[in-house]
């Protein structure tokens, strides 16, 4: 049987150099070519950074929104079904769906707040924290591998990368929900 998906033997667009562009964009910033490169190392990287936990999750019958779900309720405890809309940025239709499974499913159970009844509250069970901790741990190792294979400082250098990639008015919120700061940029040379 042939695949369906084959690698080309050849590029289907030259590279940057054979059409002529330069290796670099105005004033040093990167070429559209490195851009873009980047772009498809970010798509696949994800690929690979969800694969695994994605096999863990279908063993459940659950999926990526599921494991959001559970990774910010797990590492927030008591966390407002509210809250969760912000982080997540999701219509309040789509988390219900997803909630109602694991709430059925006994891996998140909510309870009433104590100053607000009307507040719903969201923990982990022993199940869903263990689940939540186990696809934590298959990421961190990957994140781990790939950092130490990217050399020294390059933790730093990838969280300030990513804390970059997110928009400016929602750094602060972020910010807020991480386990550490981010270190600040170095300024420019010269």
């Excluded at 695949?3 to 330069?22: F, K, N, Y």
């Excluded at 970010?42 to 959001?68: N, P, S």
């Excluded at 719903?120 to 294979?149: E, M, S, V």
Aim: hydrophobic residues 45%; proline residues 5%; positive net charge.
């Amino acid at each position: 049987m042939t695949d369906i998906i084959s690698v080309p033997a050849r590029r289907l667009r030259a590279p940057a150099q054979e059409r002529g562009e330069a290796g670099a964009g105005v004033g040093g910033a990167p070429a559209e070519a490195e851009l873009i490169t980047c772009v498809e190392l970010l798509f696949f990287a994800y690929r690979d950074f969800t694969g695994e936990a994605d096999a863990v999750l279908a063993e459940f019958g659950l999926g990526r929104a599921h494991h959001r779900v559970l990774h910010f309720v797990n590492r927030n405890p008591g966390l407002k079904v509210q809250d969760l809309l912000a982080i997540l940025k999701i219509t309040k239709q789509s988390l219900a769906r997803v909630l109602k499974l694991l709430l059925d499913q006994g891996w998140i159970q909510q309870v009433a707040g104590d100053a607000d009844r009307r507040q719903r509250l969201l923990h982990t069970t022993d199940k869903g924290a263990r689940l939540a901790d186990r696809l934590d741990a298959l990421q961190a190792k990957r994140i781990g591998k790939a950092l130490a294979a990217s050399g020294p400082g390059s933790d730093a250098a990838m969280m300030r990368f990513l804390f970059a990639m997110i928009v400016p008015e929602e750094r602060a919120f972020v910010e807020a929900l991480l386990p550490r700061t981010i270190e600040a940029a170095p300024p420019p040379a010269g």
